[in-house]
Nanobody, 115 residues
Framework: QVQLVESGGGLAQPGGSLRLSCEVS????????MDWFRQAPGKQREVVAE???????NYADSVKGRFTISRDYAKSTLYLEMNSLKPEDTAVYYC?????????WGQGTQVTVSS
């Protein structure tokens, strides 16, 4: 059974940085993409960053130049490096994996940006 477990969320000041991690366990068949989504209170869940099986990345306009998605294959872990954080980045961040077997979500980790 595939499981995704996020960590690294917390409180940061505007302009600060956080690094989120998503550890993947279980067997994955036909990996397609791993992404980070976020959902702010009262808003729809939105994709923040995408990493394809070929290593291509894509970012939401709101985070371009500030966030970086990466993957450590040896550790089966996906990362989201977040710099120059803004109060509008406050949300629950979710790890997402799509494969030939289906899609999987982590439980989410809270990121709060406030002074």
């Amino acid at each position: 059974q595939v499981q995704l477990v996020e960590s690294g969320g917390g409180l940061a000041q505007p302009g600060g940085s956080l690094r989120l991690s998503c550890e993947v366990s279980g067997s994955i068949f036909g990996f397609r993409t791993m992404d980070w989504f976020r959902q702010a209170p009262g808003k729809q869940r939105e994709v923040v960053a995408e990493l394809s099986r070929w290593g291509n990345t894509n970012y939401a306009d709101s985070v371009k130049g500030r966030f970086t998605i990466s993957r450590d294959y040896a550790k089966s872990t996906l990362y989201l490096e977040m710099n120059s954080l803004k109060p509008e980045d406050t949300a629950v961040y979710y790890c997402y994996l799509a494969s030939a077997d289906g899609v999987y979500w982590g439980q989410g980790t809270q990121v709060t940006v406030s002074s």
